[in-house]
């Protein structure tokens, strides 16, 4: 089985400093993770994703996340936060011979002015 | 814009109806994936179809169904609607048929379903 845990249900940050939001996971061989971020009556924009390599992953509007193996987490950051990135951001795992994304709960990000 | 489109954007019907939701796929995009969206459950796949085929199943249930068409667009049918199955059904696509584990799935701006 395939699961995220995404331990915090809100993440508030001050506009301009470092957005950290927290994910956990839990699969069967080689993971292969995703950030989306989901605004308001939107669908879900795809922001990054890990597969191999390099264990710092470069997404989409200066995000990036950090695949840390020995901690089964893939957190994602951002140095300096803006107002616009206030959403709701998801975790999601796919396991090697498994088609479909398994997702977390999700995190809902307020940047405070 | 991720290039996959969902219609309708709202759905407002009464228990024990049916309805149908339709999913176009990104050019080019041979998978279709459904996904429910509810407060309680969080984000749950539900079927997966690639260039026509049924390739995997996930929590959907009984009265719910899905088929992709030749030109590879697809609907999501729920019938016997319940108050439970209010919801944000979203549709993906992805390039193959997702043995390419590493592939980015797009999704859609998805259809609020609200059973009264």
């Known amino acids: 089985a395939q699961s995220v845990a995404q331990p915090e249900d809100q993440v508030n940050v001050a506009e301009g400093n470092p957005l950290t939001v927290k994910c956990t996971y839990s699969?069967?061989?080689?993971?292969?993770l995703f950030w989306y971020v989901q605004y308001p009556n939107r669908g879900l924009q795809f922001l990054l994703k890990?597969?191999?390599?390099?264990?710092l992953v470069k997404g989409s509007y200066g995000f990036e996340a950090e695949f840390n193996k020995s901690q089964t987490s893939f957190h994602l950051k951002k140095p300096s936060a803006l107002v616009s990135d206030s959403a709701l951001y998801f975790c999601?795992?796919?396991?090697?011979?498994?088609?479909?994304?398994?997702f977390g709960k999700g995190n809902q990000v307020v940047v405070i002015p | 814009d991720s290039g996959v489109t969902q219609t309708p954007k709202h759905l407002i019907t009464a228990t024990g109806q049916r309805v149908t939701l339709r999913c176009s796929p990104r050019?080019?995009?041979?998978?279709v994936y459904w996904y429910q969206q509810s407060l309680d459950q969080g984000l749950q796949f539900l079927i997966q179809?690639?260039?026509?085929?049924?390739?995997a199943k996930g929590n959907i249930l009984e009265r719910f169904s899905a088929q992709q068409f030749p030109d590879l667009h697809s609907e999501l049918n729920l019938s016997s609607l319940e108050l439970g199955d209010s919801a944000l059904y979203f549709c993906a696509s992805s390039r193959s048929q997702g043995t390419g584990f590493w592939e980015t799935q797009y999704f859609g701006p998805g259809t609020r379903l609200l059973v009264l």
């Open positions: 890990y597969i191999t390599g390099d264990n």
């Open positions: 999601a795992v796919r396991g090697y011979g498994n088609n479909r994304l398994a």
């Open positions: 050019s080019g995009d041979l998978s």
């Open positions: 179809y690639y260039n026509g085929e049924e390739r």
């Open positions: 699969v069967s061989g080689n993971p292969y």
